[in-house]
Each structure stands twice: as C-alpha cells, then as structure tokens.
C-alpha cells in the first residue's frame, strides 16, 4: 500500500469521526465543509437542538428546527437531497417525536415536502380529526401515494400464497385424471413401490377441487386502532382491501378502541378504510370480540384474526370466553400483537399466555410473513408450528 493510499484512507477515517462527533470535534479535526458541511448542519438541526437557531445554515451541530414551518420544510427537502430515503423516514420520525412537529402536519407546505412512509400515514390518521379542510387534501395524497407503494408490495405475493392455499385445501381423493396432483400422490404411495416394475401403484390418488367462484373462506380482521398500533392499523387496512378483492373470500374489517366501527363497506378504497379509523383512546377487545362474532355465520370456514397489543380495558374474562367459543365451533383464531416490520411491541403478557392456553398463539408478524400465515390458516395448519419457523427464520436473519 502507497503512503497515498495511506493518506487518503487515514483521512476518510479523520472525515467519517467528524461527522459522528459533530461540531465539537472541529477543533481537532476540522470543520465540515461543503456537502459534509450541509449533512451535518441536518443532523444538528435534529439531534443537537437548541443553541443559535436562525434562518442561515451553521457547520456547527447547534442550528435546531424551531417551530418556523419555513424553516421546516426547507430542512425536509435538504434530508432528501443528502439522504437515502431509508434513512429520511428515521429522520423524520425522530423530528416528528423529538422536536414536536405534529401541529405543522396540519400545513399542506409542510406535507408536499415529507418523504411519505408508514409512519408519516400514522400520524396524520391520528390528526384526522383536527386536520384543517385546506390539508385534507394534501394528507390524502400522502397516503394514497403509501398505500399504493405498500400495494405492489404485497398484492401479488398474498393473492398468489391465498389462492394457492384454497386449492390445496379443496383437495379431494377422488379427482378426475386432469385434477390429480401427481406429486402428493405419488409420496403418499411410496410404499407401494414396485422394485420389478420400478414404478409407484397408487392406491389412493389426491388431487385438487375444480375450481369454483363460490365464496370459500369468511375472514374478519379485527383491528385495534390504539395509538401504538398505528403501523399495523396501516397494513391492516391495505391487507384488507387486497383480500376483500378477492372473490373466494368473504373479508370484513372490523376497527375498535373502546367503541367499535366496522369498515367493510369502504374496502374498495384502502385510503378510505385508513380515513375511517381514528388513533389513539383505550382498548375493549371484548366489545370488538362480541360484534365479531355476529359476523361469523360459518365457523368452519372462518378465519379470526385478532390485531392488538392485548392491553385489554374492558372485561378480561369475557374476552378469552369468546376466543375459546370461537376455537370451540371450529373457527381458525389468529392473534397477532403486531403486523409490522418493528417486530413484537409491548404487549399484556399474561393475555397473550391466556391464549396461548387456549390453543392460540399471540405473535408479531411483519407484512412479508403475513399472505403466508393465511395460507396456513386456510389449510388449517398448525399455527404454534408456524410461529416456530417464523421464530427461526428471524434468528437466522432470513
């Protein structure tokens, strides 16, 4: 190695610890200059706040946001521009947390200048309703523009996954030649091998239902719409919407915090469904748990999932009565503490125990995991066993 290539790498080692340490390392290492100099400004205005604030750009981390929506939102555009776009919804999560943002969401200046993500849908589904007629619009757009990014995320990998699952689970022993499924057939037969042929004699032959446009599977999300579960109300309401698009399905979504709405009727329209809902407020799981269950006419061909931290406020008792009617008739329960890509959060451990008693294990499942807990559900498979591979397959970082 040339004492050049020394040189340059010992200094991109000197430029990245300024960057980490900010303007108190100028003295040792320098100050940031140009593009440097622009980053760091951004990151002092979020994480050192406070000090000499104004309009103009210091290189030292001391510049803070205030509360000028000008100042804001020329701060928004930097981040885009010296960030990838990953890395901008952290920042503007921390900004909307940290420095108290909330109330300049409600500018329609300040909502054509964030980078829309899941997050940033939450907090204007919370600010709903004192969101002033004149930034309607301009939220909306946002979450429309989330809600088709989350679409073509999922859609085509929960159609394929549901679709796939209702077939195997119209599996039939009597099919016709063009319906058997030549592969199942042929490991359930294996002990029918005939060495002197060198050939499989099945005796049972396993092959598909035709297909039919009659409704095969009722589903009802059930959905708490408390302020922690802001992401999950989110992909909850385009889950549902995509399911409810599909004709084999019966889909209905049910949002709850102490009262409880049904929004079914709006699932053609995922940004409609997410307008429906209003964040924050308590919890009565058992109220959302009793008008489910007037929805559900054929038990056996139910799937129940169950959306909520479990932190219950209404009455415990009655709540896992009616989980354990559910599983009794034959309904397929599922509870999920999360559908979100954070993982589990806080959640009632001794509720999540109780279900777990009762045969129905309370997990966090991350959108990419979930077309295919539904697939497992239709076919009625082992959940706790599901839960198991998923376990696994995030400790291998799969």
């Known amino acids: 190695?040339?004492?050049?290539?020394?040189?340059?790498?010992?200094?991109?080692?000197?430029?990245?610890?300024?960057?980490?340490?900010?303007?108190?390392?100028?003295?040792?290492?320098?100050?940031?200059?140009?593009?440097?100099?622009?980053?760091?400004?951004?990151?002092?205005?979020?994480?050192?706040?406070?000090?000499?604030?104004?309009?103009?750009?210091?290189?030292?981390?001391?510049?803070?946001?205030?509360?000028?929506?000008?100042?804001?939102?020329?701060?928004?555009?930097?981040?885009?521009?010296?960030?990838?776009?990953?890395?901008?919804?952290?920042?503007?999560?921390?900004?909307?947390?940290?420095?108290?943002?909330?109330?300049?969401?409600l500018e329609p200046e300040m909502l054509s200048a964030v980078e829309p993500d899941v997050h940033l849908v939450g907090t204007l589904l919370s600010l709903n309703r004192v969101m002033p007629d004149q930034t309607k619009d301009a939220a909306r757009q946002v979450v429309r523009t989330v809600v088709e990014q989350l679409e073509k995320r999922i859609e085509q990998k929960t159609r394929a996954a549901v679709t796939g699952a209702l077939n195997r689970a119209a599996r039939i022993h009597r099919p016709r030649h063009a319906d058997i499924d030549w592969d199942r057939t042929i490991r359930a037969n294996l002990k029918h091998y005939q060495p002197e042929q060198r050939t499989v004699i099945p005796e049972r032959l396993i092959g598909y239902g035709r297909r039919t446009s009659a409704v095969q599977r009722d589903v009802v999300l059930c959905v708490d719409q408390s302020g922690s579960m802001a992401a999950s109300v989110v992909f909850s309401g385009v889950f549902a919407a995509v399911l409810a698009s599909m004709k084999s399905l019966r889909t209905s979504l049910v949002v709850f915090d102490t009262a409880v709405v049904d929004l079914t009727e709006h699932l053609d329209d995922p940004v409609e469904v997410l307008f429906g809902t209003q964040l924050g407020g308590g919890t009565d799981i058992n109220r959302a748990l009793a008008y489910s269950q007037q929805l559900i006419t054929r038990p056996r061909d139910s799937i129940f999932v169950l959306i909520s931290d479990l932190y219950e406020g209404g009455i415990r008792e009655q709540m896992l009565r009616r989980v354990a009617e559910m599983t009794a008739a034959g309904v397929q329960v599922v509870v999920l503490l999360a559908l979100s890509d954070e993982g589990a959060p806080a959640y009632d451990h001794d509720n999540a125990a109780a279900l777990a008693a009762l045969g129905v294990p309370a997990f966090a499942c991350t959108p990419d995991a979930f077309p295919d807990l539904m697939a497992a559900a239709i076919e009625r498979r082992d959940l706790k066993a599901f839960v198991e591979r998923l376990i696994d397959r995030r400790k291998e970082g799969v």
Request: aromatic share 4%; glycine share 14%.
């Open 1 to 105: 190695m040339t004492d050049e290539t020394t040189d340059e790498a010992t200094r991109e080692r000197l430029r990245r610890w300024r960057m980490v340490l900010g303007g108190p390392a100028d003295q040792s290492l320098g100050k940031a200059e140009g593009r440097d100099g622009a980053m760091d400004s951004a990151l002092a205005a979020l994480y050192d706040g406070g000090g000499e604030g104004g309009e103009e750009r210091s290189n030292r981390r001391s510049a803070g946001l205030g509360g000028s929506a000008p100042k804001v939102a020329r701060w928004l555009g930097d981040i885009r521009e010296y960030f990838p776009s990953t890395v901008v919804q952290v920042m503007q999560q921390d900004a909307i947390e940290r420095l108290d943002l909330t109330r300049l969401l």
